[in-house]
């Protein structure tokens, strides 16, 4: 019995460890949409120094990020997705 669930428990880890690689290499994909966002976040976010009347909170700025990524238009071509959803966010927030 304990050989079986330990053959159990191996297995549940080796497709552990796969799903995780592929979702760290799935993650790394979208880096350079991260990237744009916190350009955008800190460049907005700096807009306070200039007149208090340009502050955004990072909840603002979380909502229309995650509404861009649903609204922009669907690829399945992984470059063309990303530039969609640096566009369309770009694009909302100016």
Do not use: C
Not at 5 to 23: D, H, N
Not at 52 to 71: A, C, E, N, R
């Amino acid at each position: 019995v304990s050989k079986v669930t330990s053959e159990q428990i191996q297995t549940a880890l080796a497709e552990a460890e796969k799903a995780e690689k592929e979702i760290d290499e799935t993650r790394a994909k979208y880096v350079p949409v991260a990237f744009r966002g916190s350009t955008l976040f800190f460049a907005i976010s700096d807009l306070s120094l200039i007149d208090p009347m340009y502050q955004y909170s990072l909840h603002w700025f979380t909502q229309l990020f995650v509404s861009g990524i649903s609204k922009a238009e669907a690829s399945d071509d992984l470059h063309q997705r990303l530039t969609n959803v640096n566009d369309f966010v770009t694009y909302s927030l100016y």
